[in-house]
């Protein structure tokens, strides 16, 4: 059976350094329902593929806040 496919691009706020977007890739990867997360530290951003319907954009950004990325004061 075919899972449909969907991609989400969201803020991944207070990076810093290339180990911040391995840890966020990584939180990313870790909701399910995420087939594949790649950040940009550069821009500050991560494009999410997940599984159509199972994953929302919200869940993804609770998920990398938890993580401790948070926009700075």
């Known amino acids: ?38 950040v940009s530290l550069e821009k500050g951003t991560a494009q999410v593929t997940v599984a159509a319907g199972k994953v929302t954009a919200e869940q993804l950004e609770q998920a990398v806040r938890q993580a401790g990325f948070v926009k700075e004061a």
């Open 1 to 38: 059976m075919f899972d449909k496919k969907q991609i989400l691009t969201i803020e991944v706020p207070g990076m810093h350094c290339t180990h911040c977007s391995v840890r966020a890739e990584k939180c990313l990867l870790a909701v399910p329902g995420v087939k594949k997360a790649a």
